[in-house]
């Protein structure tokens, strides 16, 4: 707890929360979005043709988009780890920000051997059922990161237990 | 409507929906563009109608987040910059069908590169969602009237 309230008390942190500039804050936060825009959307994409749609293209060829998908990986991992210390003490002891965590780890776990599965297919041969069920394990890891993400903002427990005044533009 | 969670719940779902759909829509754009190049538009565009339920998730949950606080989005610049995104993102599209480009797009098989017309339709298509995405997120920054 000493080393979360030190993270949240740099001097980095406080600008970043506290700067009224539009590089601060707001632009780590979308470039954030942007890098999980491209991981997440790109495997959902993915995923979908894992699952039937668009069954007709070939597979091995998605794998091109792994780069894009990890470089946007990357800029949310930096970024969020920038975002985090901004809110040190509140994020990292928010129950819902362990859990997106954990299912950012399922995605990505799971991504592993949904590349490898890429390169070894072959032509039109139908998608092996244990791809099939780790594009479902993606889908569920991703959007339920998204939700887990919201829920860490909008429903954090100790705030919910004193004012359950949530939603709308925050 | 007046839930406490309708509106974590609709912008949860608002989220998923755009995830769901800048991920098509990148996927599409930038096989116009020449990645994955031995993918064909044509079957690939068969992930469009995905593209399209996502949307559809979008407006409805968009709408609803909307009604609950409308002054606030009235009033705010950066939902009106996010709206104007999303209108010429709307008429790209109708133009690209008026001209046929849409059609152009359907007959590059795979390998094949797109025409220059598409790769720039691709690249604006591209700009503007990123566009949406920057307006949707600087909202909450916008948060007075002006």
Redesign the interface.
């Known amino acids: 707890m000493a080393f979360l309230e030190w993270l949240e008390a740099t001097s980095f942190s406080t600008w970043l929360k506290l700067s009224p500039s539009i590089w601060a804050y707001p632009s780590v936060l979308f470039l954030h979005t942007l890098g999980l825009s491209a991981a997440a959307g790109c495997s959902l994409a993915l995923d979908l043709r894992l699952l039937g749609v668009a069954r007709a293209t070939p597979l091995a060829p998605y794998e091109r988009f792994f780069p894009l998908m990890w470089t946007g990986f990357w800029i949310s991992v930096l970024t969020g780890a920038v975002l985090v210390a901004a809110d040190a003490t509140t994020a990292v002891t928010n129950p819902f920000f362990s859990l997106k965590l954990a299912l950012i780890a399922l995605g990505i776990g799971v991504a592993v051997p949904i590349r490898r599965a890429l390169r070894a297919h072959q032509g039109s041969e139908p998608v092996p059922r244990a791809v099939w069920w780790l594009a479902i394990a993606s889908m569920v890891a991703w959007c339920g990161a998204i939700a887990a993400a919201h829920a860490t903002a909008y429903l954090d427990p100790a705030a919910l237990a004193s004012a359950p005044n949530i939603g709308g533009v925050q | 409507m007046n839930a ?5 719940v609709c ?2 779902l608002h ?2 929906g ?7 829509v ?2 599409l754009n ?1 096989r116009a563009l020449g ?6 538009l044509a ?5 469009l109608p ?1 593209a399209a339920g996502a949307f559809l998730l979008q407006l409805v949950t968009g709408l609803v ?1 909307m009604s ?2 409308l002054p ?2 009235v009033h ?1 610049v950066a939902f009106w910059m996010k709206m104007l995104c999303l209108v010429l993102v709307g008429l790209a599209a109708g133009l690209s069908r008026v001209t046929g480009l849409s059609r152009a797009e359907e007959a590059v098989g ?1 390998g094949e590169d797109a025409p220059a017309a598409s790769k720039a339709r691709a690249i604006i298509s591209l700009l503007l969602w ?1 566009g949406v ?2 307006w949707g ?5 916008f ?1 007075t009237a002006f």
């Open positions: 406490w969670w309708v509106g974590p912008e949860t989220g998923i755009i995830t769901v759909f800048v991920g098509i990148a996927v930038l990645v994955a190049r031995p993918l064909p079957p690939l565009r068969r992930l995905w987040i609950r606080d606030v989005y705010n795979a990123v995405l920057y997120r600087m909202m909450q920054f948060n």
